[in-house]
C-alpha cells in the first residue's frame, strides 16, 4: 500500500476503459447482433427445419413404438455390434431397471437426441479432420478454434445459440454439437497424421489418386483412431444434454435440471445414473466394435 | 513388352527450402559439409549420371546416408530433382504432369520396400491385387493375376492370412507379389532384402534371379551389402556422399576399385563367386588340357571341378564349346586371395 502513496495512480488500479465507453459497445454489438438474426430468421428458419424434422421423426419413433420393439432392437445393435453376451446381458439389465423406474420415455428422449447429434458430429467432425491432417495451414487454423469450442463454459454459447435459434431442441442440438465435434475432429486428424509414411509412399509409388490413397489407405488406417474420437463424441453428448435441457432440451436431462432446482436428491441422481447406463452401454459397444474391425492387428506370427 | 533403360542424367538433389540456388554453387565445388554449415541445406545427390541396362539388374551400393534411397525415388519421383533428367524411354520422369506420372507409375513401375509397407487391413490376396485395383482392372481379373503371382513367390495357402501372421520373409514376399502383379517394366526394390534373416535374404534373392531370367524387367535394386549387390548386379554402382564413386559389372570393381573407399569394401568378399574364369585366362599354347569349363564360371566352381577330375590345368570354352584359353590351378588361387596391394591400402 506504501508504495501506492507514492507512485503514480495508473500504475496502482489497472487503466480500463471507462464504464461509459464499454457499456456503449456493448450495447452496439449486442443490438447489431440482434439485428443481424432478425434479418436472417427466415434462412435461419428454413436450413434448421429438417433438423427439427428428423429430430422429431427418431424421437416420435422411440417414444411411441412399444416398449420391446425398442428394447429388442437396441439389444440386437448391441450383440452385433460387440459380439459380446456379458455386455448384452448387462444392457437388458440396465434397460429394463430404468423401465421400472419409469424413466423409459425419458430415456428414449435423450437416445434420441444423443444419436442425432452424434451422427451430426460424425458427419461435421471427419470431413473437416480430413482436411485438417491434409493442410498444415487449416490445422493452424482450426486448432484454436476448437480450443476456444473446448474451453468456454457452455453455458456462455449457449446465449448466442438462444439469440439464434430461440428456445428449443434444435438449439439444444447445436450446443451439444458445439460441445461434443472437437474430440471427432482432432482424432481424425491425429490419426491421419499418424498413418505409416511407409505405407503411404507405397500407395504413392503404385500411383494412387490421393483419393484412392485416403480411401484405401489413410481411412483404414486411421480408423481405431476414429472410433475412440466416435466414442469421445457419444460421451460428451450425453454429458451435454443435461446442460442443453437449460434451452428447453427433453428427457433425463430436463429431471436432472428440476431436481437441482428442487433438490430432488433421489430424482437427481436416479436420473443421472440413467445417463451413466446409456454412456456405458454406448461405450462398450462401440469400443468392442472398434477392437473387432481392428482384428487384424492382432499378431500371430510369433 | 521389352524394357526399356533408364538414364540418369547430371542429376542433383539438395534438401532444403531453397535447394535450386545451391545448385550452380555444388557444381563448382561447395562441398556437403559446407553446405549445411554454411546455408543449412543438405546435399542429397550430385552429379549422378548411371546408364541402367534394360532388362538387367541394376545395383546401387552404399552405406546409410549415401543416397542411394533418395536416388532410387528419382526414378518415380517419389523424390523430385533439383536438377538434372531421369530418361526412360525417351521421356524424362522429372518433367511429367500430375496426371502423366500417375499413369507412369500405374503402368511402368512397381516398387518393393525395406520394410514392406504393407496394407495391415488387407490380406495377401488383397494386398497383392492393389497395384491392379488402382488401375481400374476388374475384380475377378485381377485376382487371377494376383493368385499366379502369389503361387510363383511360394505364398499358396496363405491367400487370405493378413500380413501381421506373417513372418518378415512371407511379408517381402508379399511385397514382390504386390510388385510383379503390377506387370511394369521397371522393379523398383529399395532395399528390399535388408530386413530380412540371411538365409531367408539369400532365398530371395535366388527367388529374384530366377524370376528375372524370364521376366527380363528392369530392376533397380538397392542394397547396403556388397555380397547381395554382387550376387545380383549385372553393373553395379558404388555411391559415397551422394556421388557415384566407381560403377561397372561386380568384377571390375573387384579387380580394380577405384579407391580406398572401395578397396575397403571389396577386401572382405568371396573373389571366387565374383571372378570369372575367363578374366584369368591365359592364351591358349598347343592343344587345349584338362576339362572344358564354360566362360562366366566363377572361379571357385572352376576350381571346384579341376580338383573333382583330379587335375590342374584346365581349358576355357565359350558357350559353342569351342576352347578360348586356358588357367591352372595355381593362376586361380591367386586371384581368388585379396591381393597384397589391396590388404595393405585397406589396412
Given amino acids: 500500500m506504501a508504495l501506492c502513496e507514492v507512485l503514480p495512480g495508473f500504475l496502482c488500479k489497472f487503466p480500463a476503459f471507462s464504464d461509459n465507453s464499454i457499456r456503449m459497445a456493448r450495447k452496439s454489438i449486442d443490438d447489431g447482433f440482434k439485428a443481424l438474426v432478425r434479418s436472417y430468421i427466415d434462412i435461419i428458419d428454413a436450413a434448421v427445419q429438417p433438423l427439427q424434422v428428423f429430430l422429431n421423426f427418431l424421437e416420435r419413433l422411440f417414444v411411441t413404438s412399444p416398449w420391446p420393439i425398442i428394447l429388442l432392437a437396441m439389444l440386437a445393435i448391441v450383440y452385433f455390434g460387440s459380439r459380446n453376451i456379458r455386455i448384452t446381458i448387462g444392457t437388458a439389465l440396465s434397460m429394463l431397471a430404468i423401465g421400472l423406474l419409469g424413466l423409459w420415455n425419458d430415456t428414449m428422449v435423450t437416445l434420441a437426441m444423443v444419436t442425432v447429434c452424434t451422427f451430426i458430429a460424425i458427419i461435421i467432425g471427419i470431413p473437416i479432420g480430413i482436411l485438417m491432417a491434409r493442410s498444415d495451414r487449416v490445422q493452424s487454423f482450426v486448432n484454436p478454434v476448437l480450443d476456444v469450442m473446448q474451453t468456454m463454459p457452455s453455458f456462455v454459447y449457449l446465449i448466442p445459440v438462444v439469440m439464434i435459434f430461440g428456445i428449443g431442441k434444435v438449439p439444444g442440438l447445436i450446443a451439444v454439437v458445439i460441445y461434443a465435434v472437437p474430440p471427432m475432429i482432432r482424432l481424425t486428424n491425429l490419426g491421419i497424421r499418424l498413418v505409416d509414411k511407409e505405407v503411404l509412399e507405397a500407395a504413392d509409388a503404385f500411383g494412387s489418386s490421393s483419393w484412392q490413397r485416403l480411401k484405401n489407405v489413410q481411412i483404414p488406417l486411421a480408423l481405431p483412431t476414429i472410433m475412440a474420437g466416435i466414442n469421445q463424441t457419444i460421451m460428451m453428448s450425453l454429458a451435454m444434454v443435461v446442460v442443453a435441457s437449460m434451452v428447453g432440451v427433453g428427457g433425463l436431462g430436463k429431471n436432472v435440471l428440476q431436481a437441482i432446482n428442487n433438490q430432488f436428491f433421489t430424482v437427481g441422481f436416479l436420473n443421472g445414473f440413467a445417463l451413466v447406463a446409456i454412456a456405458i452401454i454406448f461405450d462398450r459397444t462401440s469400443q468392442a466394435y472398434g477392437r473387432r474391425l481392428q482384428k487384424h492387428s492382432e499378431v500371430i506370427h510369433g | ?347
Avoid at chain 2, 547396403?224 to 556421388?243: C, P, Q, S, T, V
Wanted: hydrophobic share 40%.
Fill in chain 2, 1 to 347: 513388352m521389352a524394357s526399356h533403360a533408364i538414364e540418369v542424367k547430371n542429376l542433383y538433389k539438395i534438401f532444403g527450402p531453397n535447394g535450386k540456388a545451391f545448385v550452380e554453387q555444388v557444381k563448382n565445388g561447395l562441398g556437403k559439409a559446407e553446405l549445411n554449415e554454411k546455408h543449412g541445406h543438405v546435399l542429397g545427390l550430385q552429379n549422378i549420371n548411371i546408364s541402367m541396362p534394360a532388362g538387367g539388374v541394376m545395383v546401387v551400393m552404399g552405406l546409410s546416408g549415401s543416397g542411394k534411397s533418395t536416388l532410387i525415388r528419382h526414378i518415380n519421383r517419389l523424390i523430385d530433382p533439383t536438377a538434372g533428367e531421369v530418361l526412360y524411354d525417351g521421356v524424362d520422369v522429372c518433367k511429367m504432369n500430375e496426371n502423366d506420372l500417375r499413369e507412369f507409375r500405374r503402368h511402368k513401375t512397381a516398387m518393393v520396400f525395406q520394410k514392406f509397407a504393407l496394407l495391415p487391413h488387407r490380406t495377401v490376396i488383397e494386398n497383392t491385387v492393389y497395384g491392379l485395383e488402382i488401375q481400374g482392372v476388374p475384380d475377378g481379373e485381377s485376382r487371377k493375376r494376383a493368385q499366379g503371382w502369389i503361387e510363383r513367390v511360394g505364398l499358396k495357402g496363405f491367400e487370405n492370412h493378413y500380413p501381421n501372421q506373417l513372418s518378415g520373409g512371407m511379408q517381402q514376399r508379399v511385397g514382390l507379389a504386390r510388385a510383379l502383379t503390377n506387370d511394369a517394366d521397371i522393379l523398383l526394390m529399395d532395399e528390399a532384402y535388408s530386413a530380412l534373416d540371411p538365409l531367408i535374404r539369400v532365398d530371395m534373392q535366388t527367388v529374384l534371379l530366377d524370376l528375372q531370367k524370364e521376366l527380363k524387367k528392369t530392376v533397380v535394386f538397392i542394397t547396403h551389402d556388397l555380397d547381395e549387390a554382387l550376387r545380383l548386379g549385372d553393373k553395379i554402382a558404388i555411391l559415397r556422399d551422394g556421388k557415384v564413386v566407381q560403377q561397372g559389372t561386380g568384377q571390375e570393381i573387384v579387380l580394380n576399385p577405384a579407391d580406398e573407399y572401395i578397396t575397403a569394401f571389396v577386401k572382405e568378399v568371396n573373389r571366387g563367386r565374383v571372378i570369372h574364369v575367363e578374366t584369368i585366362m591365359s592364351p591358349l599354347s598347343g592343344n587345349p588340357q584338362g576339362v572344358p569349363i564354360t566362360v562366366g564360371t566363377a572361379l571357385e566352381s572352376a576350381a571346384r571341378m579341376m580338383t573333382m577330375a583330379k587335375v590342374s590345368v584346365a581349358h576355357v570354352v565359350d558357350v559353342n564349346g569351342k576352347p578360348l584359353g586356358s588357367v591352372d590351378l595355381s593362376a586361380i588361387i591367386s586371384a581368388m586371395v585379396t591381393p597384397v596391394s589391396h590388404e595393405r591400402q585397406a589396412a
